[in-house]
Nanobody, 115 residues
Framework: QVQLVESGGGLVQPGGSLRLSCAAS????????MSWYRQVPGKERELVAF????????NYADSVKGRFTISRDNAKNTVYLQMNSLKPEDTAVYYC????????WGQGTQVTVSS
């Protein structure tokens, strides 16, 4: 059974940093591209970043380019999202997702950027 467990969220001041983690199980992690999404109440879930299964290929939403970095550790079945220079508009619940298992979502981790 696919499981995705996000962690690392919290309250941070504008300009601060957070590192999110997503521990995956129930599928062959190394063969799947992975994504981070975020959602605020009343809005659709937004794709934030993507990392391919091989080759280190990454893509980012324009709103986070240059501030966020996605990475993965296939030995630990974990994908990360390093978030720097955080802004209040980054406040959301963040979710990871497997490209090969799009229907599965974790509980998400809340990120709040506020002074």
């Amino acid at each position: 059974q696919v499981q995705l467990v996000e962690s690392g969220g919290g309250l941070v001041q504008p300009g601060g940093s957070l590192r999110l983690s997503c521990a995956a199980s129930g599928f062959t992690f190394s063969l799947s591209g992975m994504s981070w999404y975020r959602q605020v109440p009343g809005k659709e879930r937004e794709l934030v970043a993507f990392i391919a299964s091989v080759g280190g290929i990454t893509n980012y939403a324009d709103s986070v380019k240059g501030r966020f970095t996605i990475s993965r550790d296939n030995a630990k079945n974990t994908v990360y999202l390093q978030m720097n220079s955080l802004k209040p508009e980054d406040t959301a619940v963040y979710y990871c997702n497997s490209v090969r298992n799009r229907g599965y979502w974790g509980q998400g981790t809340q990120v709040t950027v506020s002074s």
